[in-house]
C-alpha cells in the first residue's frame, strides 16, 4: 500500500470514528438517558450518577463528566495491555464521546415513548457502533475495563466474557436504580443496538450461494454466464456411495437472480442437486467492492 493511499484510509478512519462517536453521544442524550435506561457501559453508569446526583445534592452531574472522570483512571490502567495505536484512537474517541455529549446537551429534546427511545437508540447506536469498529477504535469504557481485568487479574477468562459481566453489572444497577420496567426496555435498546450493528458491518445486501452436482455442469456453467452474467467454480467431490468423483458447480448470485440460475438448471437437468445457501456479505466483482 503506498504512503497516499495509507494517509486516505487514516482519514477516513477518523472520519468514520468521529462520525461514530458523535452518533452514540446523539442516542444517549436523545434517547436513553430520557428515558433513564441503562444500557450497560460507562455511559450507562453516567445515566444512574447523573439522576442519583439530582436527587442527593441538587445538583446533576453531566453525563460528559462523569464519562471522562470513569474512564481516565481505566486508561492510566490499559496503557500498557493496549497497542500503541488502538490506546491512541481509543482516548481519542473517549476525548471525543465526552465533547460530544457536551455539545448534544443543548439538544431541544426528542418526544418520544419509552419505546420509541429504546428503538431508535438502539438503531442510531448500532450504526455508531459499527463505524467506531470501522474506524479501528473504541470509546473506552467497559471493553477497556475488560482489557485490565483480563491483562491483570483473570487471564484465565476472555476478555468477551468479562465485558459481558461489566456490563450485565451495570445494567443490573440500572436494574436496582430505576425499576424492572426500565431494565426491560434497556434490554430491548441492546438488542436492537446489537442487531443493526451486525446489519451494517456485514451489509444488507445478502446474497445466495448455489452449489450444483450435475453431469451437465458444463452446460450449466455457460448457461448461468450466458443468462445471468456470472461466473461459476468447480469443485472436485466424490459421491461416498456410488464412489464416483465429478464436478460440483459453485455460484454466489443476488436474491434476485436465484429464480432464474433454479430455473435454468431445471431445465438442463431436472435430476441436478442444488443446495442453496445464504451469504451475508461478498466483496469482489460484481458485488461489493473491496475496502481499502
Known amino acids: 500500500m503506498t504512503k497516499k493511499q495509507t494517509r486516505k484510509q487514516l482519514i477516513r478512519e477518523y472520519v468514520m470514528l468521529i462520525a461514530g462517536v458523535y452518533l452514540m453521544a446523539f442516542s444517549l ?29 441538587g445538583f446533576a452531574v453531566p453525563l460528559w ?51 420509541l427511545g429504546a428503538l431508535f437508540g438502539g438503531v442510531f447506536c448500532g450504526i455508531a457502533v459499527a463505524l467506531i469498529v470501522r474506524g479501528m477504535g473504541s470509546t473506552g469504557g467497559t471493553m477497556l475495563l475488560a482489557s485490565v481485568l483480563h491483562h491483570r487479574l483473570l487471564r ?80 472436485q467431490a466424490r459421491g461416498m456411495y456410488t464412489k464416483e468423483r465429478r464436478g460440483m458447480l459453485m455460484c454466489v448470485v443476488s436474491g434476485r437472480e436465484l429464480v432464474r440460475l433454479k430455473q435454468l438448471v431445471s431445465e438442463i437437468d431436472p435430476k441436478a442437486f442444488v443446495i442453496v445457501a445464504d451469504v451475508k456479505e461478498v466483496l469482489g466483482e460484481g458485488f461489493t467492492a473491496h475496502s481499502m
Open 156 to 235: 484465565h477468562v476472555s476478555i468477551a466474557k468479562l465485558l459481558f459481566g461489566c456490563d450485565a453489572l451495570i445494567v443490573l444497577i440500572g436494574l436496582v436504580a430505576f425499576g424492572p420496567e426500565r431494565a426491560m426496555y434497556a434490554v430491548i435498546a441492546i438488542f436492537a443496538c446489537t442487531k443493526v450493528t451486525d446489519a451494517v458491518l456485514e451489509g444488507f445486501s445478502f446474497a445466495k450461494a448455489a452449489y450444483i452436482i450435475s453431469d451437465q455442469a458444463e452446460e450449466i456453467s455457460t448457461e448461468i454466464f450466458k443468462q445471468l452474467d456470472r461466473g461459476a467454480t468447480e469443485i
Open 65 to 115: 463528566a462523569s464519562n471522562l472522570a470513569l474512564n481516565i483512571p481505566l486508561f492510566l490502567l490499559g496503557f500498557r495491555t493496549m497497542g500503541r495505536s488502538f490506546f491512541f484512537r481509543s482516548l481519542v474517541g473517549m476525548m471525543l464521546f465526552s465533547l460530544a455529549m457536551h455539545n448534544l446537551t443543548f439538544l431541544p429534546p426528542i418526544p418520544s415513548d419509552m419505546l
Open 29 to 57: 442524550v436523545a434517547f436513553w438517558a430520557p428515558h433513564h435506561l441503562v444500557t450497560g457501559g460507562v455511559s450507562g453508569l453516567a445515566i444512574v450518577i447523573q439522576d442519583y446526583s439530582m436527587m442527593w445534592t
